[in-house]
């Protein structure tokens, strides 16, 4: 039995036409009435304008990722006891993670020397996945080492091992109140280089300014500066700017702003092409690191933010993340359950598998009102990375406190739209749940949210 030809000869395209006229005529009849421009132009926090009407842009791939190459789905390994932390990572990595977020703090994996890493990580292939690295402030350099006297000790390739080793000078300082000794930065540079690791050694961290109030602007920003700091600082220490810059990857944060979240991710890469020419460098592959936002989690009907991680995995998956960790929906409470890290794992696997979007590269390439959002972040990222320069760079605009001024103000902003309920938040302003029972913990219990900040109740992006 064959089809009738006939029948798939019709102009499908004719069906559906796309002209701006045609979209707003359909806009304003799903509004019902309510008028369609506070709709189609919203602004950011900070003003930065999103026109969701646009025709159609000409197509450019920005995102990294090429076609059909799988973003990394990390398992946060963060639970104080040896044992525990083994167990939870290998039924995450046996059930659809393909990677760990070593997390080396004080409320995370207590493993100090290496017999208890290594005993943390028995039965884990550290040549098979991507270990993203958490340190404490001011322990990068004592981590990464740790981390790579068991790749030595495993006898592993180091060149076959994917580590991000996590070091970030600017970070440390927003944490911390100071930077960590950059000698000690430059020297682990230095060593592990030597060593034959070819993944970053520095992982330029948005997500503490992200968790602090800052726009999406302003978290790119904040890496800008913050690796020409790394540049300014370790060329003391004999490091060239090729080197500091090659050895570098981002870490950025993913809320439930879809959109947003897409040319996010995307402008970082355009600016740092736009860094690299500036010191006379070719563009080379830059590995984004994306978590979900702390500050979009809710204690209240903690189950929607099982909704909100899925859209912000899905955003960076499109965006173009190299590396991607979905905090489980109760972080805000401490180390997650089981059942929790479940779900956060299967949010991951529905997004590699079910909707198959790391099969297309960039798939938001062309996409008029994206392509306009990621212009106009990255115009905006680059006019406040030059007013952090003016300041003297990165670590002198927060001796100052010019940057957590700027922050301040746009968290500021922010708060008032989230209690006037011009940024609703389901569960807490919107649709709260009267009898809303905390969700389920560890055994293993931290108070707190890990290292970075904590879930709110009062901030979404």
């Not at 790749?151 to 109140?177: C, I, K, N, T, Y």
Request: charged share 20%; proline share 4%; aromatic share 4%.
């Amino acid at each position: 039995m064959t089809a009738d030809a006939s029948a798939f000869t019709t102009d499908f395209a004719a069906d559906f036409p796309s002209d701006e006229a045609s979209w707003r005529r359909a806009a304003e009849a799903a509004l019902k009435g309510r008028p369609l421009d506070p709709v189609v132009n919203a602004k950011l926090v900070d003003g930065v304008a999103f026109e969701a009407i646009r025709p159609r842009a000409p197509v450019r791939a920005i995102a990294g990722r090429p076609a059909g190459a799988r973003w990394s789905a990390l398992a946060r390994m963060d639970l104080a006891d040896i044992a525990d932390a083994n167990a939870q990572v290998l039924e995450d990595l046996t059930n659809g993670s393909s990677g760990v977020a070593l997390v080396l703090t004080p409320d995370g994996l207590g493993a100090r020397k290496i017999d208890a890493l290594d005993a943390a990580l028995e039965g884990v292939m550290l040549d098979l996945v991507t270990t993203v690295v958490e340190t404490e402030p001011l322990g990068g350099a004592q981590a990464a080492a740790l981390v790579a006297a068991l790749v030595e000790q495993r006898g592993h390739a180091p060149q076959d091992v994917s580590v991000l080793f996590g070091l970030d000078l600017v970070r440390d300082a927003l944490l911390a109140g100071s930077a960590a000794d950059p000698a000690s930065v430059a020297d682990a540079l230095k060593t592990l280089n030597g060593l034959g690791f070819s993944s970053p050694v520095l992982l330029l961290d948005g997500r503490v300014a992200h968790e602090a109030g800052a726009s999406e602007a302003q978290e790119l920003a904040g890496v800008l500066a913050a690796a020409v700091e790394h540049v300014r600082t370790l060329a003391a220490h004999g490091l060239d700017p090729k080197t500091v810059l090659d050895a570098s990857a981002i870490a950025l944060a993913a809320d439930g702003d879809q959109f947003a979240t897409i040319a996010k991710l995307r402008a970082a890469r355009l600016l740092w092409a736009a860094l690299r020419r500036e010191f006379g460098l070719a563009d080379a592959p830059l590995h984004i690191h994306a978590e979900t936002s702390r500050r979009m989690l809710t204690l209240d009907d903690s189950q929607t933010n099982i909704v909100r991680s899925t859209i912000a995995a899905f955003a960076v998956g499109v965006g173009g993340a190299d590396s991607v960790m979905v905090l489980p929906y109760s972080f805000a409470r401490g180390a997650a359950d089981g059942d929790a890290r479940r779900i956060a794992r299967n949010v991951q696997s529905i997004v590699l598998e079910e909707t198959n979007a790391y099969r297309v590269a960039d798939p938001a390439a062309g996409a008029g009102a994206i392509e306009a959002l990621t212009d106009a972040l990255a115009e905006k990222a680059w006019g406040l990375f030059q007013e952090i320069e003016a300041e003297g760079g990165a670590l002198a605009a927060l001796t100052s406190g010019f940057w957590q001024a700027k922050i301040g103000e746009t968290a500021k902003a922010r708060g008032k739209l989230v209690a006037t309920r011009r940024m609703p938040l389901v569960g807490v302003s919107e649709f709260p749940k009267a009898d809303a029972a905390g969700a389920p913990t560890a055994t293993s219990d931290r108070s707190g949210g890990g290292d970075g900040g904590g879930g709110q109740r009062t901030s979404r992006r």
